[in-house]
């Protein structure tokens, strides 16, 4: 269940980034974004899950083999590097996004390649399809609880209606309360960790 934790609550922190980083820089622009600066900090999710994927999947194996540390280290890590971006997203200027969002991409990548791993580390090979597939299901209650749940209700609580009848907000103060309890919940992973 530990491991279920985890991964729910690592891969929940990266996708409330990565679904509402369009909503998240306008709203810390004040509206005034430009579509190129969008796609800068889409592409910089991408680039750092791809990285991720090779990086904390590859250097996970070569410790493990080399030095006896286990993958779950590298899981703690992961953790650690996402609570802070949680945390840097609630009060990073404009100018640092990218590299906040190179970090939590490069986690959440992580831990998509440590996943098959540590579930066959942990639990053996013989049900690992099955493992695997419930370890999953992690990352539905992890999207919807950080994602959805709790960054939808709170951008809500903060944003008035424009002229066009959209919901709009402006200024860190619609994203930051959501990212400080992505933080705790990060805090919680890190524990189970």
Known sequence: WLFFAIHAIGTGLGLAIINNIAQIVSAYKQGNV???QRN???????????VGRIVL?????????????TRCTFLAIA???????????AFSPVPLLPVVCFVAGMCYGGYWAMLPAVSGDLFGL??????????NLGT????????TAITGQLYSKHAHKAANGKQVCDGYVCFREAFLFQTGGGVVGLCCA
């Open 40 to 50: 800068l900090l889409v592409s910089m999710i991408g680039v750092g899950s791809g």
């Open 57 to 69: 999947g590859f250097s996970s194996e070569i410790a493990k083999q080399r030095w006896g540390v």
């Open 34 to 36: 430009s579509e190129a």
């Open 140 to 147: 539905i209650g992890g999207s919807f609880l950080f994602a």
């Open 79 to 89: 953790m650690a590097f996402s609570t802070a971006s949680a945390c840097a997203m």
């Open 126 to 135: 013989k049900q690992l399809g099955s493992i695997y597939c419930a370890i």
